[in-house]
């Protein structure tokens, strides 16, 4: 029979696994083989946006919504409204997931999409974890939920990460759905103070959603004087999210000080932090 050491063993070879603890086998050419660390056994036909991990141990499948914007859809149905989530995701959390979550379902998302960035421009790229794990977390997080999907768009894209780059390309690719960028308040105060690339240009893309934390609402009069054309492109809503208290700088110094970080972030995120030795070396 085996056991759930014996399932944990078999993520020295593999790469996700699902809530259960049990390791995932992804079929390549027909067979059933060890999952390392790329995605090339992804569908690579007219749908590269699903995939398929089976788990060995109980037979189960899940798809994995592993999202490349410059492929068609296949026969998808038409999106009506889709999140935008940024973000170093170093790594992702909760907070995030939380986030995200809530904004699907008090907007009446379609799904959402986490963009793990491979250069964040106000950070030193040396201080930041290789994109490749970043990706691989954010997935591991998302898998379980049928309305997350991960883009390897800004990761893929050399230089600095822009979100206005990601916004322009994923209105194009998206349309005619609406594209909400899902992000925080203080992000949002640096966006209406002009301090991102194209600021004004990425406010009339997209609907801006900002999430707070309770008692710290968004002044009404900045909500106000932004969304004077209604409910679309240019507009902007606030949310608040208990979660928010959670930050991917303090798990890092937790993780550097020997501090438990289980419950904050998703148990597949704490062992791949663990099995790779991340965050351990540098500061934020």
């Not at 209604?230 to 928010?244: D, F, N, Q, R």
């Amino acid at each position: 029979m085996t056991t759930l050491e014996d399932l944990r063993r078999l993520l020295d070879t593999s790469f996700a696994y699902h809530a259960l603890g049990h390791g995932f086998y992804a079929p390549r050419d027909g067979q059933r083989a060890p999952f390392h660390t790329c995605m090339d056994w992804l569908p690579r036909g007219e749908n590269r946006e699903d995939g398929l991990l089976v788990c060995p141990a109980c037979g189960a499948e899940v798809g994995v919504r592993w999202l490349d914007e410059r492929a068609p859809g296949g026969a998808r149905a038409p999106a009506t409204g889709v999140g935008v989530m940024g973000g170093t995701f170093d790594p992702i959390h909760m907070g995030h997931l939380v986030t995200a979550e809530e904004a699907r379902v008090q907007f009446g998302l379609d799904r959402v999409i986490f963009v793990p960035n491979r250069h964040p421009p106000h950070k030193d790229p040396l201080a930041v974890t290789d994109p490749g794990h970043r990706c691989r977390m954010t997935l591991l997080a998302t898998v379980s939920n049928p309305y997350f999907a991960v883009s390897r768009m800004e990761t893929e894209r050399p230089g600095p990460s822009y979100t206005i780059d990601t916004i322009r390309e994923m209105t194009g690719r998206l349309r005619p759905a609406q594209v909400y960028y899902i992000t925080g308040a203080d992000a949002l105060q640096q966006i209406l103070r002009g301090e991102w690339r194209e600021a004004s240009e990425l406010l009339r893309l997209c609907r801006v959603i900002a999430a707070t934390r309770p008692g710290y609402p968004l002044d009404p009069a900045v909500l106000a004087g932004h969304n004077r054309g209604g409910g679309g492109p240019g507009s902007i809503v606030s949310m608040e999210i208990p979660a928010l208290a959670i930050s991917s700088t303090d798990i890092r110094g937790r993780v550097r000080g020997g501090r438990p970080i289980k419950y904050l972030v998703p148990e597949a995120v704490e062992y791949y932090v663990y099995k790779h030795n991340l965050y351990h070396e540098r500061d934020a």
